[in-house]
């Protein structure tokens, strides 16, 4: 079993900056590809952003300039800073990994955190 958990999330005011985290733990061989993920209230799960095990990056083009994707490979921990924040970013914000499991091979599965809320008032 593999578990993804966020942290970092809160109430920030419109101009604020947050960092989220988000660690994995279990039964892991190793991780591609990491991203972030948000949903806001009536509205579908988008994502935010995504890195590779190599360090290659993406972004949507509503947070492009503001918000940075990082990881720590040894740690399996990825961050997600968000700086310039804006009411509209407000959302719950899930983390998102392919992770590499032995059962009996190897297989790639994908996992997702519970998800942390981030808010930003006007």
């Known amino acids: 079993q593999v578990q993804l958990v966020e942290s970092g999330g809160g109430l920030v005011q419109a101009g604020g900056s947050l960092r989220l985290s988000c660690a994995a733990s279990?039964?892991?061989?190793?991780?591609?590809?990491m991203r972030w993920y948000r949903q806001a209230p009536g509205k579908q799960r988008e994502l935010v952003a995504g890195?590779?095990?190599?360090?290659?990056?993406n972004y949507a083009d509503s947070v492009k300039g503001r918000f940075t994707i990082s990881r720590d490979i040894a740690k399996n921990t990825v961050y997600l800073q968000m700086n310039s924040l804006k009411p509209e970013d407000t959302a719950v914000y899930f983390c998102?990994?392919?992770?590499?499991?032995?059962?009996?091979?190897?297989?790639?599965?994908?996992?997702w955190g519970q998800g942390t809320q981030v808010t930003v008032s006007s």
């Open positions: 890195i590779t095990s190599g360090g290659s990056t």
């Open positions: 998102n990994a392919e992770v590499k499991v032995r059962v009996g091979s190897l297989s790639l599965l994908n996992y």
């Open positions: 279990g039964s892991i061989f190793s991780i591609n590809t």
